[in-house]
């Protein structure tokens, strides 16, 4: 995270600000569906979503809409299709 | 053509041929539903056959939900019946292609085992917060 110091505040501050909006830019932010569509954190069962930060980087998040709080659960900053 | 913006317009040619005219927004998404629907037919052929005997190819173009467990492959065929009988009825296509991208972004994280495991794996502990 500390690479990319100004991508991570600008996540942050998107996330921080509505993280379950689509509408700015649809193509970048995906509810993750089925088996990993949802993830236990502290005995709470929350949806997961990803932000793709950058053509190759992925941010996987969980929004508590209960407690206002978004658990960043991973960071990838290289795509994995990059491996392949 | 107003009636051709408001849904459709019979024209005869001089040799008879009928033409319709209509928006052609609404011809795409025709179009676009159809491929859909073609695609998710090719989905639930393949699901029919056992999970060994179903090749990548064999998905259409829906090849990289070949990825996906069982289960979730039947899930996404189910949703997207769901979702493309919605649209048929008058509906936007948006959430159609909102379902189908989310799954595809299911597939790619799926697909690393890596990424699979960390988001799969339940948090009993409690998390820390940390500056960004």
């Known amino acids: ?84 | 053509m107003a009636e051709a913006r408001a849904g459709y317009a019979i024209v005869r040619d001089k040799d008879g041929t009928t033409l319709m005219l209509t928006p052609a927004a609404e011809v795409e998404k025709l179009r676009e539903l159809s491929d859909l629907a073609l695609g998710l037919a090719t989905l639930q052929r393949v699901l029919a056959r056992p999970s060994e005997q179903r090749a990548t190819a064999l998905y259409g173009a829906f090849a990289w939900a070949s990825v996906l467990s069982e289960a979730d492959q039947r899930q996404f065929a189910e949703e997207l019946a769901d979702a493309l009988l919605v649209a048929s009825s008058g509906a936007s296509l948006e959430p159609v292609r909102e379902l189908v991208r989310d799954w595809i972004t299911t597939a790619e994280a799926w697909a690393d085992p890596e990424t699979r495991d960390a988001l799969l794996a339940d948090e009993d502990k409690p998390l820390s917060s940390a500056a960004l």
Request: hydrophobic share 35%; net charge positive; proline share 6%.
């Open chain 1, 1 to 84: 995270m500390t690479a990319q110091p100004e991508m991570m505040q600008r996540v942050k501050a998107r996330l921080g600000k509505d993280p379950l909006d689509r509408s700015a830019n649809p193509r970048r932010v995906h509810r993750l569906r089925g088996t990993l569509g949802t993830k236990m954190i502290s005995g709470k069962v929350l949806d997961q979503w990803q932000f793709e930060l950058s053509s190759a980087g992925r941010i996987w998040y969980c929004p508590d809409r209960e407690d206002r709080v978004v658990w960043v659960t991973r960071v990838n900053l290289r795509h994995p299709r990059e491996t392949e």
